[in-house]
């Protein structure tokens, strides 16, 4: 590998799009005029919506038939995370950096018993972590993944996310100088784990490698394939809004085209049916073309992925809102990680629909009533509160008036 080329995949990919020409390639295909579009798309921009300009070919609202309020029900990336505040009830967001720490989020939910993936050690200048192997200099890190540690072994950030700075390590060469990634780079090992140093100072975390179910790593060898489950807490408990499956191209080594960019096959989605958990329709990433039909295919152990969503979160139930990363490993689903804001594109592409749509609005909606009653008992409470303290010290002065000279 050439020492100058980057060890980690550093940067979110950025679709390279131009306006002008898809504006001119939907005026060719569709008689749609220029002007129209910029219209609608500087209508969706600045309504309640806040659509980016991307969204507005890509979720192909340019076709007739489609009304405003339709349109309009579409949620941006800014609108999306406001969704996601509104569904808890104010205060739980001081509980999110506990949920979004990745080492934090795996040590809670593994001793409450559920199945987490497999953390072996952490770097992190300062940072502690009881037990685990906490690891604070480049050349302490480098005995641990030459004499320490089995192969393969994945890596991520402690913070972030949509699969930045993440890699599969193969395993070391001959010498043990050089650690073989999956995407077929060799780097040398001191190098590696200067990178991690220089660019980590958040931390960063050495995790098993998950063993996928047989019908999974037949389609994903290199990469886990995360199943993202969007779980709403309502009067009853959790209940799964959304599933999709994530599903890596060859070569890749995260479910998300950003730890991938040596790949040229851009990661696939699938819309899974909460009650059956076997595929509905498929999104197929860039140049990947599957041998056959997805559609239909069941997943593994869904019931299974259902009550670990579920039960995960009902042990953390003032969250309104929480998006898992579920693999399909070769005994049973395993937490790969859980998220207090969830994007909600992976929905809305896939499914060509918009989130607040009636397909979902109707469970969205239950959720927010839940959290609109919740915020008006507690203010109750808070009422009564102070009417109480109010009504003490009334008392109090008045007993202290009576008292004789």
Known sequence: MDDQEPVFSLAIPV????????????????????????????????????LEPLYYSKYELYKPGLT??????????KTGKALNRKLSPKGVAKHNCFIDDKLLSSLAFSAAGFRFAKTLAMYHPTRKAGSLRAIDRADELKPFLTEQVGYPLF?????????????????????????IITDGREIRVSRFCQAVVDGYSDGYLFQEFIEQHPDVSRLTPT?????RVVTLMQDGGPEPLYAIWKIPGPGAMADNDS?????????????????SGKIVKVRAG??????????????????????????????????????????????????????????H????????QPL??????????????????????????????????????????????????
Not at 68 to 77: A, D, M, N, P, T
Not at 155 to 179: A, F, N, Y
Request: net charge positive; aromatic share 6%; with cysteine.
């Open 15 to 50: 679709e390279n799009w131009n306006l002008r020409e898809r504006i001119a390639r939907v005026q060719a295909d569709h008689g749609i005029s220029i002007y129209r579009q910029l219209w609608e798309i500087m209508r969706l921009r600045f309504g309640k919506g806040k």
């Open 68 to 77: 405003r309020e339709y349109k309009s029900q579409f949620v941006s990336i």
């Open 155 to 179: 890596g991520k950030p402690l913070k972030g996310s949509r699969g930045v700075g993440t890699i599969r390590i193969e395993g070391l060469s001959p010498d043990k100088d050089h650690l």
């Open 223 to 227: 990469a886990v394939g995360t199943v």
């Open 259 to 275: 730890a991938s960019w040596k790949i040229k096959v851009g990661a696939s989605t699938a819309l899974i049916d909460l009650q």
């Open 286 to 343: 860039v140049n990947r073309v599957f041998d056959q039909p997805l559609e239909g295919m069941q997943l593994p152990f869904w019931q299974d992925v259902v009550k670990t969503v579920c039960d995960g979160h009902a042990l953390t139930p003032d969250h309104g809102i929480l998006g898992w990363d579920i693999a399909l490993g070769t005994d049973g689903p395993v937490i790969v990680e859980c998220n207090t804001s969830p994007l």
């Open 345 to 352: 594109t992976i929905y809305q592409l896939i499914t060509m």
């Open 356 to 405: 607040l749509g009636p397909a979902l609005k109707p469970e969205i909606d239950r959720a927010l009533a839940r959290v609109s009653a919740e915020k008006k008992r507690l203010e109750a409470l808070e009422i009564e509160a102070v009417k109480r303290n109010v009504t003490t010290k009334v008392h109090a002065a008045m007993a202290g008036q009576r008292k004789p000279k």
